[in-house]
């Protein structure tokens, strides 16, 4: 839960990442990734994304887009990216993989 003393910022970053043999995916597969993180600077919060990412058995990150997002996540109409956005204020991060891979000629 957010206190008085926390960054109340979210970020959100579009990723690509190649699933390890650790992920639920099949390795070798490029898949893009949805990553909500709340903190205090985006540059702070892409370097926890990637570890996020890391974490979960995911190699070869590559950040392709940042956004700071309202905090207000009522607003955000799609179910799975409301959820995930309530993840990371809770949380402080989440991570959201999109279930087709990313052709390697791409």
């Keep these: 839960m957010i206190t ?15 699933a390890g043999p650790a992920s639920q995916y099949r390795p070798g597969a490029r898949h893009a990734l949805l990553v909500f993180v709340l903190g205090g600077t985006i540059e702070h919060c892409q370097q926890t994304a990637i570890e996020c990412v890391e974490n979960q058995g995911w190699q070869f990150v590559e950040p392709k887009r940042a956004k700071e997002v309202s905090t207000d996540i009522e607003q955000i109409a799609d179910d799975t990216l409301r ?13 959201i993989v999109y279930q087709d891979e990313i052709p390697s000629d791409s």
């Design 4 to 18: 008085p003393d926390m960054p109340t910022s979210l970020f959100i970053f579009l990723m690509e990442a190649v």
């Design 83 to 95: 959820a995930a956005a309530t993840h990371a204020l809770n949380n402080g991060d989440a991570i």
